[in-house]
Every structure is written in C-alpha cells, then in structure tokens.
C-alpha cells in the first residue's frame, strides 16, 4: 500500500494535471473539484484578489487544448473513455470532445490517487453535466455513482425566454463500494428537532453574491466555504475540516511509490526520461510500420499486410495494435506494435497475442495466408528492434 507523500493541507498553486501527477497511487481520501465548463464569458479576477491573472478563453478547442498524446494514450489506456471522445466529437462537436478530452485525463489521475475507500465530488453546471455525467460512469464505474447534487442559490432575476438558472450540480463518486460517509442531518426551520438526513437538494448555502468581504476574494466562480465545509464532513473522518495554517506551493510533489500512471504518458517530472522510441505517437509508428508492412502502392496509396491474417488493405484500414496486450503488462511503445486489419484488431482485443490471434484466426476461417502474416510480423519486429538499436546509440531519428 502505498503511503502519502503530500502534506495535509498543502495549497498547491497551478494547473492541478502536473501536481495530480507527482502524488503517490491510492492516497486520497477526498476530491472536492470545481473545473472550468463553458469557458463563456472570458473575465479576470480583481488586481488585489489572490487569484490575480486567472482567466478563461470564450471557447475549448480540439486543436489547442486536446493534446495529441493525451489522446494516443486515452486510445491505449482507457479505450472505453476514447470510444466516448471519439462520439462526443461526431455528436455534439469538437468543443465538447476537446473538454472531455482536457478535463478526462485529470479525472483519470483523480481515480488513480483516490484511496478505495475515497470520494469524488465534480461541481459543474446544467450546460455540461450530462456529457461529464457519462465520462464519469466510464472512469468510475456507473455503479460507483452515489449522487446528483443540485445546489440551489439566489440570483439576480432578468427578463428571459425561458425559466430562470438558479442552481449548479454537483456529481458525487466512490472509488469503490464502500466510501467514507457520513449521514448529515438537516435542521427545518433552524430547529434541532425533528432532524431528517440531508437530502439531495441543497437550498441552504448561499452563492458569492452573498459572501462577507472577508471570504470574499472575487474570483470569478468562488464557491462558499460552507459548500466545501459540507462536502469535507460527509466524506472524511472526523476532524478533517480545520481552519490550520495552509502550506502553499508551486511545485509538484515527488512520487515515492512504484510510479504507476493513468496513462502512459501522464508521468510527472520526476519519473525517468523516455527514449527517443518510447516518444513516438500514434502517426509516427503508423508511418514506420506502413513503410515496413507495404506490399504495393506509392507512399500516398499504399496497400499494407495484415500481421495477423495476411491480408492486403488499404493503409486506412489498418489499426496500431499491441503485440502483448495490455492486460498482460504490454507496453504502448513501438517495441509492442504491430498493424492489424479492423477485423483482426477487434477480434484480438485486449487479451490475445499475436499467436494467440492467428490461432483464432484459424479456427474460425478467416485466415488468408498466415504464412505471409508471420512473415510480415518477423519482418516488422526486426525493423523496430533496428530502430530501437540506433536509437539507444545515439543515432535515432524520431520522425522516420
């Protein structure tokens, strides 16, 4: 089990991604997040206001803000989160893929650092609840969802065509199926008689519109003490809410455990460097094995054989597969590659080697010439284990 290398009550100023990253597996007793959504409209805090310079673009973009090996490693490492990336941007659109992509790989390094026994509560607004709602269910486990809580407050009424928006919701996960909780009882009417547990609708805590001056910071979404106070008492062991000193810092923790990722590529600063090979992207490895497994065609039509029946596709047909499946330690460099027809990649999936698929391939009748697929596999493997060898003596070039 792996023990805690962050101090309690450690403010951490900074993207919260690079920090999730440095804090060691299964240490987290409770997340209590409150991200961006709608990015709409663009404002900053006041000169004097301890969040000075904060600031959010009118709109998310998958061009800038969907990196591109966030999105290699979600397809390796969490394949279900990718099928839901990958519909979000058919269905609702670039913007909402590229949030869900941005906010995902921090959720994933939330589930990673919660205990078993932790907690996740996500604020987010009516506009984008549902699509976060189904990631959740993705990276969680639907099973694991305990609440939806609806935060009620007053605002300022306008003249609309529609009713007014006088709430936010807040999603309440588990890590697993037995969190820390603890029942809170409501008070009607400010009497303490006649007690019933809290229900899901909080009507009681005002927004920043009523905050005294002394709490109030003029962030642009701060969000009352009460609220988190709430939150930090139903999920965490007695004592846990304290009004001690706060240590701040601006860099991240160092990882003392064995530093096992979210994904691949989400390793914080302190983990070793990877090798030119170790860096390549989904595009570079394709482009490396599409010039190894060509059979015919120039470089811009180009007909590649499948590793595992032996067939010959088009390159767009051809899937980037593991050769050890994840399940059994594989890793996602180019050392572990190989390309496979969509068929073959489905039907190898997650648990077959590349053995173990031809086998497969054999009993059910779709094998084409798995002479031709081991031979294509074999040449494959020599040519990245070349690659690998004039990599680690220096003369490596990423771009191939």
Not at 108 to 123: F, N, Q, T
Not at 177 to 186: D, M
Not at 236 to 264: L, Q, Y
């Amino acid at each position: 089990e792996s023990q805690p290398n962050v101090e309690n009550r450690t403010l951490f100023l900074g993207d919260n991604l690079e920090f999730l990253r440095g804090i060691n597996t299964g240490t987290i007793h409770l997340i209590a997040t409150d991200p961006p959504f709608e990015k709409s409209p663009s404002y900053n805090t006041t000169p004097d206001s301890l969040t000075k310079g904060a600031k959010f673009a009118n709109r998310w973009s998958w061009k800038e803000d969907a990196d591109r090996g966030w999105l290699d490693n979600i397809q390796d490492d969490w394949p279900d989160v990718w099928q839901l990336v990958f519909a979000a941007r058919k269905i609702w659109g670039e913007e909402m893929a590229a949030y869900m992509c941005w906010l995902g790989v921090r959720l994933m390094e939330m589930h990673r650092v919660l205990r078993d026994d932790g907690s996740l509560y996500l604020h987010i607004d009516h506009t984008a609840h549902a699509y976060m709602k189904v990631l959740l269910d993705v990276i969680f486990g639907r099973e694991n969802f305990r609440n939806e809580i609806i935060w009620c407050y007053e605002g300022i009424p306008s003249e609309t065509g529609k009713f007014q928006t006088m709430h936010d919701i807040i999603l309440y996960y588990s890590k697993g199926s037995k969190p820390i909780f603890n029942t809170l009882y409501a008070e009607p009417n400010g009497s303490s008689q006649d007690k019933s547990p809290m229900r899901d609708c909080w009507d009681d805590i005002d927004n920043q519109q009523s905050l005294s001056d002394e709490e109030h910071t003029y962030y642009p979404i701060q969000k009352p003490v009460e609220l988190y106070k709430r939150i930090i008492l139903a999920s965490s062991n007695e004592g846990a809410f304290a009004h001690d000193k706060i240590i701040c810092k601006t860099e991240s923790p160092i990882r003392t455990d064995e530093g096992e990722v979210a994904t691949e590529d989400l390793r914080s600063g302190n983990q070793r460097q990877l090798k030119p090979w170790e860096r390549l992207s989904h595009k570079q490895m394709r482009k490396i094995l599409n010039k190894v497994q060509k059979v015919s065609g120039n470089d811009k039509n180009i007909k590649v054989c499948c590793a595992g029946c032996g067939r010959e596709l088009e390159k767009e047909f051809m899937s980037l597969d593991h050769i050890l499946p994840k399940s059994d330690g594989g890793k996602n460099f180019i050392s572990n590659r190989v390309l496979l027809c969509i068929p073959c990649n489905g039907l190898k999936g997650n648990q077959l080697t590349i053995s173990g698929l031809w086998d497969e391939i054999d009993d059910i009748g779709w094998m084409k010439d798995r002479k031709k697929a081991e031979k294509i596999y074999k040449k494959a493997k020599k040519k990245v284990e070349k690659i690998i060898e004039d990599c680690d003596s220096g003369g490596c070039e990423e771009n191939q």
